[in-house]
């Protein structure tokens, strides 16, 4: 009964933006860390970016850093994922993810294992072309 659901993505060139949204029904991100994964075709779930919904504090892999950033809107219960200066190497399905973190604070190194996520969403494609 606890939803998460990805948007926004879509098919772009090399140099173009997007911005996709991961919104939650059910619950409330209060107190959660929230990730971007993404999954390209015969490719491992990749971590991309987190924020932690209390304190704001946000992570990144060294491939977006700079281009990517990540974001909250508590009224709206929803995170953003501002994808700027897009390559093809982004290609692939973007999936958001939400850990509670109520029972305790996390090593920001373990928000990059998707083991560690309680709720997924069903992922949006992003697909960038040259």
């Known amino acids: 009964q606890v939803q998460l659901v990805e948007s926004g993505g879509g098919s772009v060139q090399a140099g173009d933006s997007l911005r996709l949204s991961c919104a939650a029904s059910?619950?409330?991100?209060?107190?959660?860390?929230v990730g971007w994964f993404r999954q390209a075709p015969g490719k491992e779930r990749e971590f991309v970016s987190a924020?932690?919904?209390?304190?704001?504090?946000?992570y990144y892999i060294d491939s977006v850093k700079g281009r990517f950033t990540i974001s909250k809107d508590n009224a709206k219960n929803t995170v953003y994922l501002q994808m700027n200066s897009l390559k093809p190497e982004d290609t692939a399905v973007y999936y958001c993810?939400?850990?509670?973190?109520?029972?305790?604070?996390?090593?920001?190194?373990?928000?990059?294992?998707?083991?560690?996520?309680?709720?997924w969403g069903q992922g949006t494609q992003v697909t960038v072309s040259s």
């Open positions: 993810a939400a850990r509670s973190l109520k029972r305790g604070p996390i090593l920001s190194i373990f928000l990059r294992a998707a083991g560690r996520y309680d709720y």
């Open positions: 059910g619950r409330t991100f209060s107190n959660d860390a």
């Open positions: 924020i932690t919904w209390t304190g704001g504090n946000t």
